[in-house]
C-alpha cells in the first residue's frame, strides 16, 4: 500500500510594504508588523528583505500562539488545503475563468 502525503493548509497573505529612499540606500517597512523595518542598497533588495524579515515575524508571532494582524495592510489572500497525494502521484493546479461569484456560491 503507498505512503499517502499528510494533509497541510497553506495560507497566502498580502502584506503591503513602503519602500522609500533613505539617503544612499532604501528603507522598508510593513505597516501590519510594528517594528518590521529594513534596509538594502536597492528598492529591490530592501523589498527582499522585508520579505525575509515578514516570514521570521509570522514564525515568531505563530511560536507564541498571537493572531495574524489580518486587516488593510494585511490581507488573507488564500486558505489552501493540499489533499493527501499518494506516493509517486502528481499534484496539478489549472486555472479556470468563473464567470459569477453569483453562479460560484460564494457570498
Known sequence: MPAVAQQVKNITLRLRVIVEPDEDRFHAYCPAFKG???DGATAKEALENAGEAALIYL?????????????PDCLLDQV???P???EGALLRYLELQWPSLQMSGIK
Open 84 to 86: 493527501a497525494v499518494p
Open 36 to 38: 518590521l523595518h529594513v
Open 59 to 71: 514564525n515568531s508571532i505563530t511560536a507564541n500562539q498571537e493572531p495574524l494582524p489580518i486587516g
Open 80 to 82: 489552501e488545503q493540499i
